[in-house]
């Protein structure tokens, strides 16, 4: 039994991000999630671990277009409306039962802010839809 996620972040270009508690995805895909070390002799001969993928996908509840889920010091417009004025999800993390996250990137484009490759509808029943592939 692999391991269960409690919250998935989807995180904006600003530092903006929008909490979604696991009940609320109705569905979710991260495909050839790829992961990368790197190290710099100017950080303390620390090494850093980061992860991207080729594709993501997610559909949220209605439920989260909520301010409760929403945390953002720049925007008082509800998360879903957020992310149709300004497709910049830029990453991902994913946070398990067990304590344990991972934080992944996601494919961007050459716009400084928006991210060309996101693309964001609303299902009949009011969930948003967001698919961002390479």
């Known amino acids: 039994m692999g ?9 904006l270009e600003n530092g903006e991000v929008l909490k979604i508690p696991r009940p609320n995805i109705n569905g979710l895909g991260i495909t050839d999630i790829s992961q990368s070390i790197h190290f710099y002799r100017s950080s303390r001969d620390q090494h850093f671990i980061s992860h991207s993928c080729r594709e993501f996908s997610i559909e949220i509840s209605p439920l989260v277009n909520d301010m409760i889920y929403w945390d953002s010091e720049w925007s008082d417009m509800l998360p879903f ?7 910049d999800v830029v990453a991902i993390d994913v946070s398990y039962s067990d304590a344990d996250s991972e934080y992944i990137y996601l494919p961007w484009g050459k716009d400084e802010y928006r991210n060309e490759h996101q693309e964001n509808r609303i299902l009949e029943d009011g969930s948003l839809y ?3 592939k390479r």
């Open 3 to 11: 391991k269960k996620i409690v919250m998935v972040y989807l995180v």
């Open 130 to 132: 967001i698919s961002i």
């Open 81 to 87: 409306e957020r992310l149709f004025s300004m497709p």
